[in-house]
């Protein structure tokens, strides 16, 4: 049935988004630094080789756990099973990528998009201001910047009515959706 319709494609445009997910990490990150620096009343940062190591071993970590939440967002909201899904390093694109062979209704594709953000950006950002950690702060920037493609094919998304069927690109930044009618 879905195979006989004529998709929809939504696509990211990596340049465009890259552009984005650099001045919206600039952005982030001074703004967040400047908002827990107001919140604790002092402004206290400082650039050493280990503060470096570990923000930058926690990056990566960070975007690791991104794209596992992308498929436990599958597994959850979609009813994927484990032998549906697929995790990797796309090296051409730069990019690493979590996708799933089943197609999901809209609604879920929503929630499996948006749980990595709100998981390995929102939270730790907020951890960050609660315990006034600037390290901290910085990687919940980061990350919520990083979501930037995602936050664009949710927008989308939101397009179309939550039942229609969502299928994944196993190779590249691409959505199709099927409406169901």
Known sequence: MMEDRKPTVIELDLMKIAKVNFWMTVGLAILFLLLNSVIHQRFNFEITFWNFTIFIVSYFLLIIIH????????????????????????????????????????HAMKKALMLPFWVTGVVPALVGFVVNNQLIVLLGAFLIAGAIGDIYMYKELLKFPNNDLVKDDPKLPKLYVYELG
């Open 67 to 106: 794209e596992v939440f992308h498929l436990i967002g599958f597994m959850l909201f979609g009813k994927v099973q484990f032998k549906q899904l697929d995790y990797g390093i796309n090296f051409n694109l730069g990019v690493a990528y979590a996708t799933t062979s089943k197609p999901l209704p809209n």
